[in-house]
């Protein structure tokens, strides 16, 4: 079983990887991405960059540079316009991004290859490092040979049978690190009822989109108490029910800031070796301390992954 869902993954990653590589004009529709591998763009581009090393959109503009970087070195063509067919709206917008990956200006990139080079000086090297070892090729008929991550994942991850959770929410629609707005404006309306008081009422997170592949202002979240299923809630809070059933679970102890690396070990590294799927239903984070009683390294938020 491990070894056919890892395949499983392997597999449809390969088949993204392809399709990336051979429609590098097209802009990338990642919910169509995430169809193809049958599974929700939010899980399949953290397994992506966890098996990958990148996301598809990072691997997309990197090949676009590639690509670029290339043309400057084999043709003739003015950098405007290899600056458009690299995607870029702007000859200064395409210089900055160049900039950055291969430090130094799309001119003085081209100009390197014309003048002599003293010494041991290498030549310019169009390709950029890639944990894959997928670079632009203007053959589309070659195989495409991808270097998976292959390191074993350290985390302490276990399968639990979780109930079915009711759950007081307050949407929050923004940045994910933005969210304790929403537990603060939720934190209002249930301190009056004593409910945060008591043993059972954990305070968790529930997150609905991919942070990668959505802009920052249209991430959906909910910032959420679990409460007694006999406990009457407030006006303004909503009540919802995250259903029972096998969970990953991991625990993240540090800073919030190191999540998203949490949660794409989870899903990169150890999900396609586990012999799991993911199943229906949103992940969830559970929160057993706050910046307002533990320092930065020792917050300790619990991780859960629906499994199939």
């Known amino acids: 079983m491990k070894t056919e869902t890892r395949s499983f993954y392997a597999a449809a990653v390969q088949r993204t990887v392809v399709h990336i590589t051979r429609t590098l004009d097209e802009a990338l529709d990642l919910t169509a991405l995430a169809r193809g591998a049958a599974l929700s763009p939010f899980h399949f581009h953290r397994i992506f960059r966890g098996m990958v090393g990148e996301t598809p959109l990072e691997m997309h503009r990197r090949l676009r540079l590639e690509r670029a970087a290339q043309a400057l070195l084999a043709s003739d063509a003015g950098i405007t316009a290899i600056a458009f067919d690299a995607g870029y709206e702007t000859h200064e917008a395409f210089t900055r991004a160049f900039r950055q990956a291969y430090g130094r200006s799309p001119s003085a990139f081209r100009q390197g290859a014309i003048d002599p080079r003293p010494g041991c000086e290498r030549p310019p090297q169009v390709e950029l490092a890639a944990p894959s070892g997928v670079h632009f090729c203007g053959d589309p008929t070659r195989e495409i040979i991808i270097r998976f991550t292959t390191e074993e994942s350290i985390m302490n991850v276990t399968i639990e049978t979780m109930p079915e959770l009711r759950v007081a929410t307050a949407p929050h629609v923004g ?57 009457r809630l407030p006006e303004g809070v909503t009540e919802k029910r995250l259903p029972a059933g096998r969970y990953a679970h991991t625990t993240h102890v540090g800073p919030y800031t190191q999540l998203g690396d949490a949660w794409s070990r989870l899903m990169g590294e150890w999900l396609p070796r586990s012999g799991h799927r993911v199943g229906e239903g949103s992940s969830y984070e559970i929160y057993r301390n706050n910046p307002g009683n533990a320092p930065p390294d020792q917050l300790r938020t619990e991780l859960y992954l629906p499994l199939a």
Not at 194 to 217: K, W
């Open 175 to 231: 940045p994910y690190n933005e969210i304790s707005a929403a537990f603060q404006r939720l934190g209002a309306l249930i301190g009056p009822t004593g409910l945060l008081g008591r043993p059972e009422t954990a305070m968790l997170g529930i997150y609905y989109d991919d942070p990668e592949t959505t802009p920052p202002e249209q991430l959906r979240s909910d910032a959420a108490f679990v409460v007694p299923a006999d406990a």
